[in-house]
């Protein structure tokens, strides 16, 4: 999957991330992969279901994946943090 | 599977989950479903994560869902929000 399909969610309002999905699907891209990383977890699930329930409804979900990913913050000390990729899938007519 | 298996994520400090979800484990039940709903998903990823990495290695992720859940709230309105179910399998030996 190239970079051009992947919605990557942080603090912004929800909806800002519904519609960059909406728009990607409607200009012909049939998968769109979510990811997200710490608190944006539960936002990526939000935009996954309201795309799925209000704009796009013959939208199937893929893949779910978890994981842990290691970050370095400002002081230079690792942390983990979990993210998830949510993929969603365009049905064929 | 019964509702024992099932370890809800709320508010308390995830490590709170964490040994919820060890000590079933341990006590023989192979396999522990995590659910969590609106901004207790993240926290629900992190039990997930933690366990896994740290205390159960030979632990296998099963399916994830979300899904969407009508609450009604104090005033008797109702609101949608985002669900989490996360299937956690112990590997068998």
Redesign the interface.
Known sequence: MSEENVVYIGNKPVMNYVLAVVTQMNSGIPEVMLKAR?????RA??V??IVR?RFITDLE?GT?????EEMTNKEGSNS?V???E?QLCKVKE
Chains 1, 2 share one sequence.
């Open positions: 710490g608190r944006a977890i539960s699930v939000d996954a279901e329930n979900l779910i994946n978890i994981s842990t983990n979990s993210a998830i949510i």
